[in-house]
């Protein structure tokens, strides 16, 4: 069982349309971190979130975390083709800094 | 600093052999992970340590696999004796050990196994 669900899984769309990618967990996390990995390297991290309720953007990127703190969404407004990545949502419990990962949406944003 | 260095980038290896791979985090960073990435599976933790203390090894598959950190500059993971289905990438990433800093991943070393 994953502890961790992203959705979707693969989303293939045109530069300049609107995403949202969804991070949902039966748990409870202390924070929950989004990242971007690109082909041949290592995942890249965006924002981190810790309140329940708490948005934070950069800049076209909009991150939300759910008021208990058990899910997440990440909006993409006009999407560009250096959009294109996997994005990884990953929830940390407990103050160890010990992150468990989702599988990731992998983005592709055509021109 | 360079960030997280791994070496090798690339291991192709026979069934039985031994491989090591090795990790450098970024200085000051008091912790330090294993994972493995998978199509299936995604990313899993295999261990991580706490200034250079192993604190959790649940996530290593089995005997074969063991790790160590020397020192606070230096990791490995070795497999021995390695299988096909140890085939995935492997990522080194590190940390400070309190607040909300995130993880500075290194850039995986793909191991394939035949």
């Known amino acids: 069982t994953q502890l961790l669900e992203q959705s979707p899984q693969f989303l293939s769309i045109q530069e300049g349309e609107n995403l949202t990618v969804y991070c949902n967990s039966s748990s409870v996390f202390s924070s929950l971190q989004w990242y971007r990995q690109e082909p041949g390297e290592g995942p890249v991290l965006l924002v981190t979130v810790v309140t329940g309720g708490e948005v934070k953007k950069l800049k076209r990127l909009t991150f939300q975390f759910g008021d208990a703190r058990k899910d997440s969404s990440l909006h993409i407004t006009a999407a560009q083709p250096g959009d294109t990545g996997l994005y990884l949502c990953a929830g940390e419990r407990g103050s160890q800094g010990n992150l468990i990962f989702g599988k990731g949406t992998k983005l592709s944003v055509k021109p | 600093d360079a960030g997280v260095i791994q070496s090798p980038r690339h291991e192709v290896t026979e069934m039985g052999q031994e491989v090591t791979l090795r990790c450098k985090p970024i200085s000051g960073h008091n912790s330090l992970f294993w994972y493995r990435q998978t199509m299936m599976r995604g990313l899993e933790l295999l261990i991580y340590?706490?200034?250079?203390?192993?604190?959790?090894d649940s996530g290593m598959p089995e005997d074969r696999f063991s790790a160590k950190m020397p020192n606070a500059s230096f990791s490995t993971l070795k497999i021995q004796p390695s299988e096909p289905r140890d085939s995935a990438v492997y990522f080194c990433?590190?940390?400070?050990?309190?607040?909300?800093?995130?993880?500075?991943f290194g850039s995986g070393t793909r191991l394939t196994v035949v």
């Open positions: 340590f706490n200034n250079n203390v192993p604190i959790d």
């Open positions: 990433a590190s940390s400070f050990s309190t607040g909300n800093y995130g993880y500075t």
